[in-house]
């Protein structure tokens, strides 16, 4: 690769992941078309695909964002589940 094509990469805009995309996705799960599962998985690509800058969150949300993926992540665990009211709480917080 060249100098040029990796300073051409390294500059490359990464796809974004903001509060509302989260939003998205619980309401999708409080809707019963997302499965706990499913959004347990989708916070873990989230999360660790930032980490290998493959992703960038919303800029002064990412504390926020990484906070919340981290509850996402184990939520398919029947221990930290989320139920109707804290997928809603979540909702609101990112709102706010």
Known sequence: MSDAESLANDNAELPLLTRADIVDQLRACRAGTLSQAALAAWAFKQFYDEDLELLEFEEEADEEIRDILD??????????????????ALVKQLQA
């Open 71 to 88: 509850t996402l992540m184990f939520c398919d665990d029947p221990h930290f589940a989320l139920d109707d009211a804290a997928l809603d």
